[in-house]
């Protein structure tokens, strides 16, 4: 039989499949426009407002306002993505039958978190390119050298290991729409009193705490690299227990529908 | 299978022939979804086997799902993705997908391929979702409620395209609560009730037989006392009852014997039918025949 319907079954290769939904599931974070809100627009306010405030106000920076606050609005882009934009998607397809869909289709369960994980590096990356050509235009002169780089690329992945699994755990549990109340309400906490943007010692009392939150470690892992171009260690370890803390409580308590 | 201390499907034994278009019917809340992603892997039943093209649907799911499409009861899109952005992504997760602008325009989807899956129409989203079932080249579908809530054009859409992959090779498993859906469409009807099959066989075997009626009116009023000479005619298994002086209503075994009586009848009597009408046995008989309730309640 050699009908237009013929049966001709086949999964397409597992990297295939992975990058194509990686690039689906991209576009339609971005495409969407609250989302692309929390990935760029807030913290391009927060770069251009921190240092703008930071002429009247004293923070107790040690170093330029651009300079002290760009690696944390680095940090904030990076938890906004990994964190709330993915819990409120992940929340929302669980809700439309979308995870229950590709469960029947070709791509398996890991591949799907794969593609979600691809999805939040294209996303970042993105962000850090636009925060970063904003930066720059505003005077930013980060530490130089390569090994900045580097360690700027693995405090983002860490914090994106750290705060994926977290959102991904307050998605598979909560139903869609207090996921996203959830979702915005952890992001405003950490972003204003959470040390990201700004550094632990900013906050006086709460100094010696607050590194040990997921914000404080990705902010502080972030001004490490790109002020001093050094990786004191404490930080990367906070947030690869944060990762491990997130992964085994969702493994755990993950609905897929 | 149970949910709590509620049996949705108990003991249904059930055999899907390959190339042929199988439709389980049966009223809202009777099984048929269970039945379905039970096959589909979604579901473990607690006793008994399944097997779908001799694979576990649990055991052996990575190897079956690329040789199963599923078109699930509402939704399965992101909200905010294209018609056809959706279908497309879809096919890149299988080896050999169809054509989709072939696809679409086959199921009339090519004027909303732009259109968020949210702002489709019901009926859109429904053929979106088979399109997005068939789209692997599957061997077999299954698709659940396929045409609920159809206008009546999309619904003879969907209906031609089950055929043609019928013809094509694939089996077709499906569930409907319309009957005539179920008739026009299958070649093999199970009947299911409560979670357990009543009835089973081609769309023929199940309404052959059994009671049919035939309305006949004729051109000017009966003599007096026509009904019980009638009667008396046809004999004690077929029941004549008057409707007006013109027209009466036949009830037994419609076959040869009856029609000429009721011919000669007329002749005997003369009287002109003006119609005769046959009422043929369908399915919505048979399941009221068989549980003394309403298919769609």
Redesign the interface.
Known sequence: MSGTFTPMPGSAPLLRQVAAQSVMEARLMLRNGEQLLLAVVIPVIVLVGGVEAAKHVDFGLDQRPIDALTPGVLALAVMSTAFTSLAIATGFERRYGVIKRLGASPLPRFGLLAGKIGALFMVELFQVAVLSAVAFAMGWDPHAGFETVLLGLEALLLGTAAFASLGLLVAGVLRAEATLAAANLIYLLLMAGGAVVLPASAYGGAEHVLPWLPSGALGEAMRGALIHGDCYGQQQVILLGWAVLGTVLTARSFRWE | MRYGDKTAVDALDLRVERNTITAVLGPNGAGKTTTLETC???RRPQAGTVRVLGLDPIKDR?DL????G?M?Q????????RAM?MLN??A?????P?DTA?LADRLGLHDCGKTPYRRLSGGQQQRLGLA?A?V????VVFVDEPTAGMDPLARRTTWELLT??R????TVVLTTHYMDEAERLADHIHIIDHGQMIASGTPLELTRGGTATIRLVVTKPFPDGAPASLQAALGPQVEVTPISDVSLLVTGPADHTTLATVARWCEEQGVLPESLNLGQRNLEDVFLEITGRELEA
Do not use: F, Q, T
Request: aromatic share 4%; charged share 25%.
């Open positions: 589909e892997g979604y990575r799902l690329p040789r199963i599923v699930l509402g939704s399965g899109a992101w909200s905010g993705a952005e992504h879809i890149k997760l299988h080896a050999h169809l072939m997005m068939v692997g080249r599957p061997e043609e992959l013809d094509d090779g694939v």
